[in-house]
């Protein structure tokens, strides 16, 4: 008796293993990123976006003590919810502050868009289940070292010990370019905020990653003057949001929403003045960008489908213009006159050699 | 009446069909049959899709990892797969020592949890509950933690005479590298000096075993370890010179703000030792005290009525026998050394597993490469219950 008991609960179990396992299989076939998704829905539906930040980088995304996220992506979160949802506090910040499975929380649905400093490649964009919206940061990858070190470039740095995030570009491009110049190095490699830790606690000589990133990790620092940023810039990083592949409706709202609030820019709409604007449009352009008429006109019918054509008017009014966004979060932390996210248009000013390439394409 | 053993009682007619003992099992196995068969079917359709397969391992790898020892790998022209077994080289390099320390440590915090002296019985329960009852993982980080912050910078490195350095870039010691000797021989000299030596100790064995006999048929001393080592102390140091010093060690040395030469114990593969050491010594020390008090106390009574020293009675009479009990027990904790070598990931320190995740995120393949991971760990915890059931044997297989 007590043995055949053992036995139907052990069929019980294993019955109940094996509902779980098709019932969760079910969700990830659905979600495969071989076919076609329409994230857009996905969210209205939700009411929530699902946004995969990184919460350990000071200045793009870091997590407060009291729980909040805070931070130059983060914004761009807020303006996609702002634009979609119509809230732009209905964000859900997914922790993707691990480098290695950020694109595994993409691929699985986890999240629905990943903006975290991640840079645009040629291989993420072929091999991964990733799609590359517009860039909203463009950097290089650096080199930060003490300021006593002696070390003035890459040439200096034969036998070093160099902290490197690893699963990242960075690691590549530090292999790539030490093969380059003929010089051997020590990698140490972990989590960007572990590597950085050991870098300040001097267990490497030299710490690499995006040019932004070491200055964001410096400037919150006591002691920042003891260390610098040498100018010698070894790579190009463009930081942009990845949705999933085959979902260009969301790629597209993503995309534009970006470029909007690049334009917005451009065209002096500001947080302060967008209800101003969107209700009295100085021209045809302004009002095409908010989703209003002009003059008594008809609206510019250049909503997607899946969002109606106030969705940038609506991403300004929550978090204001790019240059809004980068003024409030990162600052001066890390100068923005004449350096690559400048406006193509300020460029006249900048010395020769210098100037910005944000440029937002035509909305039209 | 008697029926015949092994002959099956006769089929109740009265049992209904479901409560039948074949019914059962037949529907019993049925239905495991067909669990296992959609949940094999369900995984080999999704593999399907996402295209199974471990080409990826061969492709370029285009990163290094760091903490390489004995082998130098640039990963520039080397395949993934090489990266990974870079990895899982300096994984089986941590879990070998850690297994060595904490097997030391943990007899003798055992035995001396046992011990007749209050103080160090003491000291060595306070030793247990400490590291038995704190997460292994707060261990590792915290001993990276004071590696890292405690030890001094490699600018003001702790020098003693030049040949040991401390800073918190590791510990430098020198380390014995082949030399070409006074005859100028080539570097493989080193190797029939090795061989050599392995002979002197097969000696030293053989000398060791005779005088042993020796002492139990006269009852006389005849000193058969020190014979042994004597023996092999001369032979080492003759074939020494006589080979021309094939071996010389290497001193460490700084340049600038590194080591060269010498062996380095970097602080990640300290701390992750350490932090495994202190963890399973502590269970390992339960598991000998354990033993040893499983035996009758008639053992140890026995041995000292027999006029054996204290430390006779523990390696002659007491450890032979506990030997059995600790064997099976001992050989789970060395399979934990090696499963808890992944907490390698909270120190920087380059172990398979990270490794693994390296390759993961530049090509995609999570599967599969968690497939790999798992095999490596299954693979090495085999061979550790290899080596450990052969001990078992020869002890158990021991008349006492």
Known sequence: MKRMRFSLLAIGLVAMLALVAVACGGDNGDGDGASAGNTVQTVKDR?????????????????????????????????????????????????????????????????????????????????????????????????????????????????????????????????????????????????????????????????????????????????????????????????????????????????????????????????????????????????????????????????????????????????????????????????????????????????????????????? | MAVAAGSAPPPPSNVPLLYRRGVRRLLTQGIYVAITAVVIGYIYTSLDLREFGFGFLDEPAAFKVGNQWLVDVDGVTNSRLTMYLVGVWSSLRAVMVAIALSTVLGVLIGVARLSSNWLVAQMAMLYVEIFRNTPLLVQVVLVYTVLLVGAPLIENVFNVGDFFFVSNRGMAIPWPVPDSGFWGAPEWFVWVWVAVLLLFAAAAQRVRANRQELERDTGQPHYANRWALALFAVGALVSFFALGAPVSMDLPMIVGTHYIEGMVMEPEFTALVAGLTLYTSAFIAEIVRGGIQALPKGQSEAANAVGLSGYQRLTLVILPQALRQIIPSVTNQYLNINKNSSLAYAVLYDDLFRVANIVQNKAGHALEMFFVIIVTYMLISFAISMVMNFFNARVTAQRI
């Open chain 1, 47 to 364: 009411g929530e976006l699902k946004c995969g930040v990184k919460q350990t980088q000071p200045l793009f995304g870091f997590r407060e003590a009291d729980g909040t996220v805070v931070g130059f992506d983060i914004e761009f979160c807020k303006a996609i919810a702002a634009a979609v949802l119509k809230d732009h506090t209905k964000v859900e910040y997914v922790d993707a502050s691990d480098a290695s499975t950020r694109f595994e929380l993409l691929a699985e649905e986890e999240i629905d868009v990943l903006i975290r400093t991640t840079t645009i490649t040629a291989s993420r964009d072929r091999e991964l289940a990733v799609d590359f919206a517009q860039t909203t940061f463009f950097t290089g990858q650096g080199f930060a070292v003490r300021t006593d070190s002696g070390i003035n470039s890459t040439s200096d740095m034969g036998d070093a010990i160099i902290c490197v995030q690893t699963g990242t570009t960075t690691e590549q491009n530090v292999a790539d370019h030490f093969t380059d110049i003929g010089l051997e190095y020590d990698p140490q490699g972990g989590l960007s905020a572990d590597v950085a830790a050991a870098f300040f606690d001097g267990r490497c000589d030299v710490l690499t990653a995006d040019a932004s990133d070491l200055a964001s990790r410096i400037a919150v620092r006591d002691d920042a003057a003891d260390y610098k940023i040498l100018p010698q810039i070894i790579s190009k990083e463009p930081l942009a949001p990845g949705v999933r592949d085959y979902d260009s409706e969301w790629k597209d709202v993503v995309n534009w929403i970006v470029h909007g609030l690049i334009r917005a820019e451009e065209i002096g709409i500001t947080q302060a003045n967008v209800d101003q604007m969107a209700s009295n449009p100085p021209n045809t352009e302004v009002a095409r960008l908010l989703g209003v008429p002009f003059q008594g006109g008809e609206v510019a019918a250049l909503g997607f489908d899946s969002v109606d054509p106030q969705f940038i008017q609506r991403a300004i009014k929550a978090v204001g213009n790019y240059g809004e966004i980068y003024d409030r979060t990162i600052g001066d932390n890390i100068p923005r006159a004449c350096t690559l996210n400048d406006l193509v248009i300020n460029n006249s000013g900048c010395p020769d050699g210098q100037g910005g390439i944000q440029y937002a394409l035509p909305y039209r």
